[in-house]
């Protein structure tokens, strides 16, 4: 086991310990991969509700008269287009239009709200600080944030916090409960929100979900929930020397209105329609297991796996891979020197609890 | 606390093996490296009749996580191979040390299994990666 000592906690570890949590070293956390099955968390997240602890995601809230200036220039989707307390998702570039991270933006009514990733934590904080305008400031803040995520995960919060959430509060917008904020966000494919909160009060909300029978989940059901929801991890299936166009999150690219110069613009536009590869899934009914950097043939060309688990929704194997954007139909993938038989789908594999590829 | 029963002895790399009464040695992995692994959704055998040296391959387990080399703790011939495992590969977690086998060896030189780990020793091996 690697050394945890220099580790940092979140405020839910004496929670994770106390669950029996196999902890790890996650992006210089220690969190939880399981907590005994991680198939069996995936289960609950798929059928009813689980929850984790995503306290190490970075949370940078940025006010002020340009505020929203320079997040236009520095996402490639467009926050013009929030309304009050609503959110959407995109990528920070760089200049050659490689994604230097992924993000969630909140427009709340005085700031702007960024999650970001925790393995990027610096990096976006000097890009940031790189590109700031004279009236406006930043700063990360010191939350804790629990995601509850399945088909329950609503009706649960809902009826241990009365009125913390309408039923009406649409995907990708939040609202504010005391001092939390609940967005009703999440990174599984499920329905569910993400609770930011204060530290302080991490640890009795954690009890309370667990009180009323959220099973908690660990990285390793993080990983197979997202992707069978098709959903990128940044550093596998993004990094800062790939296109998002390459990526599967073309859509989160805002072209309109084209006089707005955001980073990263000049390189993808011509792009634009005509990348060259795709990122797109793999399903193999074979045995064995799909992993991120395997070899994939198919009959347009080349390509290689980004990420690839176990699903436990579909009893094999999936994955996303870059491949030439012609690329379908059957391929191959090179697991220890064999050759075996897998095929290309559209992403996502699951989605509410839903199996959205044929089972051929 | 993993279980390390004292009728086994170990390698390092967390293979068991077992001298049964007929004679061949029986391996598979340890409590503790199925609790590293987390959910085992995939194992891959060797051969039977497949010749295999002390310290080779012999085949690789998967769990949703990773996958790891499963090496052979002597030399030897595969005599039988767990077949049950390819469609239930979670009784590696279930019963290491039963039904969780993974395959047999006829061994050249019982001798050799004196030389691998005791459950002692092994157990120290265990703490260390721990801590």
Redesign the interface.
């Known amino acids: 086991?690697a050394d945890h000592s220099s580790a940092l906690k979140t405020p839910l570890f004496d929670e994770h310990v106390a669950a029996a949590g196999?902890l790890v070293d996650f992006a210089g956390w220690m969190l939880p991969?399981?907590y005994g099955?991680?198939?069996e968390e995936h289960q609950s997240v798929r059928t009813a509700v689980g929850m984790f602890d995503v306290s190490h995601m970075t949370i940078i809230d940025v006010h002020g008269g340009d505020a929203e200036a320079f997040l236009r220039r520095l996402v490639a989707n467009d926050v013009a287009k929030l309304q009050e307390w609503g959110a959407l998702y995109g990528a920070l570039l760089n200049e050659t239009g490689g994604v230097i991270d992924d993000l969630i933006v909140y427009f709340l009514p005085d700031r702007y709200r960024c999650v970001v990733n925790a393995s990027t934590r610096q990096k976006v904080l000097s890009w940031f600080s790189k590109h700031s305008l004279p009236a406006m400031s930043f700063a990360e803040q010191d939350q804790a944030m629990i995601a509850v995520q399945g088909p329950q995960a609503l009706a649960t919060v809902q009826e241990l916090w009365p009125g913390c959430v309408p039923d009406s509060l649409n995907p990708f917008s939040a609202c504010r409960f005391g001092d939390w904020l609940i967005g009703r966000t999440g990174y599984t494919g499920e329905d569910g929100v993400e609770i930011m909160l204060p530290v302080n009060d991490a640890a009795a909300v954690w009890q309370t979900l667990r009180a009323a029978g959220v099973q908690p989940c660990g990285l390793?059901a993080r990983d197979?929930l997202r992707l069978e929801a098709g959903l990128n991890l940044y550093g596998q299936d993004l990094d800062e020397n790939t296109s998002p166009l390459a990526s599967n999150i073309g859509w989160t690219v805002a072209w309109q209105p084209p006089e707005r110069a955001f980073i990263g613009r000049q390189a993808i536009e011509p792009q634009r329609g005509n990348c060259p590869t795709k990122l797109t899934g793999l399903v193999m009914r074979d045995?064995?297991?799909l992993?991120h950097g395997q070899d994939v043939t198919t009959s347009a060309g080349d390509g290689i796996i980004t990420s690839g688990?176990?699903s436990?929704t579909l009893e094999c194997s999936i994955a996303l891979a870059r491949v030439p954007k012609e690329a379908t139909g059957p391929c191959q993938v090179e697991i220890?020197g064999k050759l075996k038989a897998a095929r290309i789908v559209n992403p996502p594999f699951v989605r509410n609890g839903k199996v959205l590829v044929d089972e051929a | 606390m993993s279980d390390i029963p004292t009728d086994c002895k170990y390698v390092a790399t967390h293979e068991w093996a077992r001298l049964e009464e007929d004679g061949t040695v029986s391996v598979g992995i340890s409590d503790f490296a199925q609790n590293s692994l987390g959910d085992v959704v995939y194992v891959e055998l060797p051969e039977q009749g497949q010749d295999v040296v002390a310290g080779d391959e012999a085949g690789v387990v998967e769990s949703v996580k990773a996958a790891s080399d499963i090496y052979a703790p002597v030399s030897g011939t595969v005599v039988a191979i767990n077949d049950s495992l390819e469609d239930e590969p979670e009784k590696v977690n279930q019963d290491p040390y039963g039904d969780g086998w993974f395959f047999k060896l006829k061994p050249n030189d019982e001798a050799e299994l004196a030389e691998l780990l005791d459950a002692e020793a092994y157990q120290e091996v265990c703490d260390a990666e721990e801590h």
């Open positions: 086991m196999k991969v399981n099955s991680q198939i390793g197979t045995k064995g297991i992993r688990t176990y436990p220890r």
